[in-house]
């Protein structure tokens, strides 16, 4: 297997306003942020690298919440980073994601969010089921993939914005 990104966490600036933007002011934001790890594969033969919870999360049937994941990926030229929720979440509670598969391009890495990874859930469970996952759980995985280029591509801007910014020309 070819090695084609690394895992790096935002500063501690950055992950502290995109925290207290999602859950408000008083919570132990240097806690939170040290003990948040590096995505990794639980086995040899796993495709998915598990993001993990930052904090506790408690999230009701129809409810919805942004989780800053603290993590940001380098990747190499020609390679995407495509989030999903865990297989097992998705199953017994219809965890999904709001965009249906983050796209995390390889330029995000330089947004002027010092390409954050967040991502945002919500449980669209049928039966009621109230999702409660504990600070250090897996709940998102995320696979990189190569992607190619249509013939007569011309793409030249350069990112500084971050979610949604390549609709913005402004941004790129």
């Given at each position: 297997m070819q090695k084609v990104a690394k895992f790096h966490k935002v500063s501690l600036q950055q992950f502290e306003r995109d925290w207290v933007e999602a859950f408000g002011a008083g919570?132990?934001?240097?806690?939170i942020y040290s003990g948040i790890p590096l995505p990794r594969r639980a086995t040899f033969g796993s495709a998915g690298y598990d993001f993990v919870l930052p904090g506790d999360?408690?999230?009701?049937?129809?409810?919805?919440?942004?989780?800053?994941?603290?993590?940001?990926?380098?990747?190499r030229a020609g390679?995407?980073?495509l989030c999903f929720p865990r297989s097992g979440l998705g199953f017994k509670y219809r965890l999904q994601?709001?965009?249906?598969?983050?796209v995390i391009d390889e330029d995000y890495f330089n947004a002027e969010n010092e390409g954050h990874i967040q991502i945002q859930l919500t449980n669209?469970?049928?039966?009621?089921?109230?999702?409660?996952?504990?600070?250090?759980?897996?709940?998102?995985?995320?696979?990189?993939?190569?992607?190619g280029l249509a013939e007569g591509d011309?793409?030249?801007?350069?990112?500084?914005?971050g979610f949604g910014s390549t609709d913005n020309k402004g941004d790129i």
């Open positions: 919570q132990p934001v240097r806690d999360l408690k999230l009701g049937p129809g409810e919805t919440v942004r989780i800053p994941t603290g993590i940001r990926a380098q990747m390679w995407v980073l994601l709001d965009n249906t598969v983050g669209d469970s049928k039966e009621g089921k109230t999702l409660v996952l504990e600070a250090g759980q897996g709940f998102a995985q995320g696979i990189f993939l190569p992607f011309e793409a030249g801007g350069q990112r500084t914005g």
